[in-house]
């Protein structure tokens, strides 16, 4: 009775633990993903803002500067704010969170601090350019004329510095405090503009020191720190989910292994007891019972685990769609930003130039009063004149309009940014073509190369060697998927800066590409394994290993294939081959249903789960 008692509570004991496995080892859920990418996005956001507002520093210093940074400034503020409060108050996230807010806090401190500067020295240059021609007019009509004309040559020389740092501003300053006084006294008239000027000289600091008081605060390396930290937390997660599954795989075994056991043992007393055959009988009918039950939980099983590979298929699609979508809205946001920044100051110029407009509308338009003599309209024109002259040059009209000439070609480099941008996307995902259709392989290498632009130019250099070409017949999405993935590979697999070289030819009635990367190479014992599917050298969550799988396999339902080459240390070659010769029947037949367009993927994920598509699109 007590072996009985004994052996329920081992078989409890037993289920127990394996409930607790297969409850560690469920699936992360789509809501960790999620919470965990927008996370990231906020980081990058903040960073993108923090550049903006660098870049913002960077720009020399004139009217209206000061106020346009505290949009910048405000939205970094509140941006690195969010951050801070939507991270998960963990261990291992509290020491770089502390550090990302403690610098976020020193970095918009210090912009503030920069802001409140250049609007002091924006109000003396303004109270410069408007008193001092008023100063040097009092100052001739109390008969100083030497002091006068010194006095205006030093207001130029201020106005300039002010304009361009240009100049010794210790020798400004002496010579402001020389010429504050006349006759011994200061009248209040010229304290007030000798005042103004010695805030423009000190009050003026050239921008690279600006910068540099900003980019002190450490943001940059704690916003990265944090996002490694962040990765580093959500990898772990996956980690220990994945090494739940394996004591799963593993318990279960040793499960199977003590069943067989006691089926052994119990095989044996039953043929040493002859007594008992009727029970070994009906023990048999109660074996093949649970043959049949299991079975059915291998079928399950098998089932269970195709569900998963298209699970990992779709997965490796998101993730070929999360890098398109992010990199496509870097690129769309940068020459957007600065086409709004241009845009608004255009609008600020034009409107000072419409000023100067009405001005001469107003001076220009010779009419004589019917109480005014010809002599005294004469002489009230000759004055409006001499009034436009004087806005004229105080408002800087021509520099002004060549200003707006130059924003004006900055936005449209802008737009031509945007519009290659957009034909590449619509040439790489061919939304208005059939599903087969003619085919250059070249012109595929450089439509993905556009889009994949964001993911290389920052370390990697890419060279082209593009032969001529006949056309071919083909599934161009599915070519171009394949381009996108071995170009995703290569710069992959460069760990800092490198090379990537396409090269294109026709090789035995085939066209080639071949992509040669600088990166680290592949060993010889895993140049068997890596075109397995669901066999990646990548760390826990950053790939599906079905990459090349795939790739492999749209290949050989075109009639082509892929060669590899690699040597250790050195770099690897990815070439594929496509038949020159080959029809969209057999196209179409090897395919079958499966021939989709970028658009039918895209919306197919995008039902599948849009909460995850939606954070992709606005992650930069």
Same mark, same amino acid.
């Given at each position: 009775?007590?072996?009985?008692?004994?052996?329920?509570?081992?078989?409890? =004991?037993?289920?127990? !633990? /394996?409930?607790?496995?297969?409850? +560690? &080892?469920?699936?992360?859920? #789509?809501?960790?993903? @999620?919470?965990?990418?927008?996370?990231?996005?906020?980081?990058?956001?903040?960073?993108?803002?923090?550049?903006?507002?660098?870049?913002?520093?960077?720009?020399?210093?004139?009217?209206?500067?000061?106020?346009?940074?505290?949009?910048?400034?405000?939205?970094?503020?509140?941006?690195?704010?969010?951050?801070?409060?939507?991270?998960?108050?963990?261990?291992?996230?509290?020491?770089?969170?502390?550090?990302?807010?403690?610098?976020?806090?020193?970095?918009?401190?210090?912009?503030?601090?920069?802001?409140?500067?250049?609007?002091?020295?924006?109000?003396?240059?303004?109270?410069?350019?408007?008193?001092?021609?008023?100063?040097?007019?009092?100052?001739?009509?109390?008969?100083?004329?030497?002091?006068?004309?010194?006095?205006?040559? =030093?207001?130029?020389? !201020? /106005?300039?510095?002010?304009?361009? +740092? &240009?100049?010794?501003?210790? #020798?400004?300053?002496? @010579?402001?405090?020389?010429?504050?006084?006349?006759?011994?006294?200061?009248?209040?008239?010229?304290?007030?503009?000798?005042?103004?000027?010695?805030?423009?000289?000190?009050?003026?600091?050239?921008?690279?020191?600006?910068?540099?008081?900003?980019?002190?605060?450490?943001?940059?390396?704690?916003?990265?720190?944090?996002?490694?930290?962040?990765?580093?937390?959500?990898?772990?997660?996956?980690?220990?989910?994945?090494?739940?599954?394996?004591?799963?795989?593993?318990?279960?075994?040793?499960?199977?292994?003590?069943?067989?056991?006691?089926?052994?043992?119990?095989?044996?007393?039953?043929?040493?007891?002859?007594?008992?055959?009727?029970?070994?009988?009906?023990?048999?009918?109660?074996?093949?019972?649970?043959?049949?039950?299991?079975?059915?939980?291998?079928?399950?099983?098998?089932?269970?685990?195709?569900?998963?590979?298209?699970?990992?298929?779709?997965?490796?699609?998101?993730?070929?769609?999360?890098?398109?979508?992010?990199?496509?809205?870097?690129?769309?946001?940068?020459?957007?930003?600065?086409?709004?920044?241009?845009?608004?100051?255009?609008?600020?110029?034009?409107?000072?130039?419409?000023?100067?407009?009405?001005?001469?509308?107003?001076?220009?338009?010779?009419?004589?009063?019917?109480?005014?003599?010809?002599?005294?309209?004469?002489?009230?024109?000759?004055?409006?004149?001499?009034?436009?002259?004087?806005?004229?040059?105080?408002?800087?009209?021509?520099?002004?309009?060549?200003?707006?000439?130059?924003?004006?070609?900055?936005?449209?480099?802008?737009?031509?940014?945007?519009?290659?941008?957009?034909?590449?996307?619509?040439?790489?995902?061919?939304?208005?073509?059939?599903?087969?259709?003619?085919?250059?392989?070249?012109?595929?290498?450089?439509?993905?190369?556009?889009?994949?632009?964001?993911?290389?130019?920052?370390?990697?250099?890419?060279?082209?060697?593009?032969?001529?070409?006949?056309?071919?017949?083909?599934?161009?999405?599915?070519?171009?998927?394949?381009?996108?993935?071995?170009?995703?590979?290569?710069?992959?697999?460069?760990?800092?800066?490198?090379?990537?070289?396409?090269?294109?030819?026709?090789?035995?009635?085939?066209?080639?590409?071949?992509?040669?990367?600088?990166?680290?190479?592949?060993?010889?014992?895993?140049?068997?394994?890596?075109?397995?599917?669901?066999?990646?050298?990548?760390?826990?969550?950053?790939?599906?290993?079905?990459?090349?799988?795939?790739?492999?396999?749209?290949?050989?339902?075109?009639?082509?294939?892929?060669?590899?080459?690699?040597?250790?240390?050195?770099?690897?070659?990815?070439?594929?081959?496509?038949?020159?010769?080959?029809?969209?029947?057999?196209?179409?037949?090897?395919?079958?249903?499966?021939?989709?367009?970028?658009?039918?993927?895209?919306?197919?994920?995008?039902?599948?789960?849009?909460?995850?598509?939606?954070?992709?699109?606005?992650?930069?």
């Amino acid at each position: 009775m007590n072996r009985t008692w004994a052996a329920i509570a081992a078989a409890m =004991l037993a289920v127990g !633990v /394996l409930v607790v496995l297969i409850y +560690a &080892s469920r699936p992360l859920g #789509a809501a960790a993903y @999620q919470q965990h990418y927008a996370d990231i996005n906020a980081i990058e956001n903040a960073v993108g803002t923090y550049n903006g507002l660098l870049e913002q520093l960077r720009s020399p210093q004139r009217d209206g500067d000061a106020s346009a940074m505290d949009g910048p400034r405000a939205r970094f503020e509140q941006q690195t704010r969010a951050v801070v409060a939507r991270t998960r108050d963990e261990a291992l996230l509290a020491e770089a969170r502390a550090a990302f807010s403690s610098a976020a806090d020193k970095a918009v401190q210090r912009a503030a601090d920069i802001e409140s500067r250049r609007t002091g020295y924006q109000a003396a240059l303004q109270t410069v350019r408007e008193q001092g021609p008023a100063a040097v007019q009092q100052l001739r009509e109390t008969g100083e004329g030497d002091a006068s004309q010194r006095f205006f040559g =030093l207001m130029l020389r !201020v /106005l300039d510095y002010g304009r361009s +740092a &240009s100049g010794d501003p210790d #020798a400004l300053l002496d @010579q402001i405090q020389s010429i504050s006084f006349v006759d011994g006294a200061a009248p209040l008239w010229l304290l007030d503009v000798t005042s103004a000027m010695n805030t423009v000289v000190t009050a003026r600091t050239p921008v690279g020191e600006e910068v540099q008081t900003v980019e002190q605060s450490g943001f940059a390396s704690a916003s990265a720190a944090l996002m490694d930290a962040l990765r580093s937390t959500h990898a772990a997660d996956v980690r220990s989910r994945n090494d739940a599954r394996v004591l799963v795989s593993v318990y279960s075994l040793a499960l199977f292994a003590g069943l067989g056991w006691l089926g052994v043992r119990l095989n044996r007393s039953y043929a040493e007891v002859n007594e008992a055959n009727a029970q070994l009988a009906k023990a048999n009918e109660d074996l093949e019972a649970r043959v049949a039950a299991r079975t059915a939980e291998v079928h399950s099983a098998y089932d269970e685990l195709k569900d998963s590979q298209v699970q990992l298929v779709q997965a490796e699609k998101m993730s070929s769609l999360g890098q398109l979508v992010a990199g496509i809205s870097h690129e769309i946001n940068t020459p957007l930003l600065y086409l709004q920044s241009n845009t608004t100051l255009n609008k600020e110029t034009l409107a000072r130039v419409e000023a100067f407009i009405d001005l001469c509308h107003r001076r220009l338009v010779p009419t004589r009063r019917q109480d005014e003599t010809t002599e005294a309209a004469r002489r009230r024109f000759v004055e409006g004149l001499k009034e436009l002259q004087k806005a004229l040059v105080e408002g800087e009209i021509r520099d002004e309009l060549k200003e707006v000439l130059l924003l004006t070609d900055d936005n449209l480099e802008g737009l031509e940014e945007l519009t290659v941008l957009a034909q590449g996307l619509k040439d790489f995902s061919r939304l208005d073509r059939a599903p087969v259709d003619t085919y250059d392989l070249n012109d595929g290498v450089e439509r993905t190369l556009v889009i994949a632009k964001n993911m290389l130019k920052t370390r990697v250099q890419v060279h082209t060697e593009l032969a001529e070409l006949p056309p071919i017949t083909c599934a161009p999405s599915q070519v171009n998927q394949v381009l996108l993935n071995l170009i995703t590979n290569a710069s992959q697999a460069i760990a800092g800066t490198g090379a990537i070289t396409i090269r294109t030819g026709v090789a035995d009635d085939m066209v080639f590409a071949a992509i040669s990367d600088t990166g680290s190479g592949i060993d010889d014992a895993l140049m068997q394994k890596i075109r397995d599917p669901f066999f990646t050298t990548k760390d826990v969550g950053s790939g599906t290993g079905l990459g090349l799988s795939i790739a492999d396999d749209i290949l050989a339902k075109h009639g082509g294939h892929l060669d590899i080459e690699s040597e250790l240390g050195v770099g690897s070659t990815f070439t594929l081959y496509l038949p020159v010769a080959h029809t969209a029947e057999a196209i179409e037949a090897a395919f079958g249903d499966s021939v989709y367009t970028p658009a039918d993927t895209m919306e197919s994920v995008a039902s599948s789960d849009e909460d995850t598509l939606a954070l992709a699109v606005a992650g930069d």
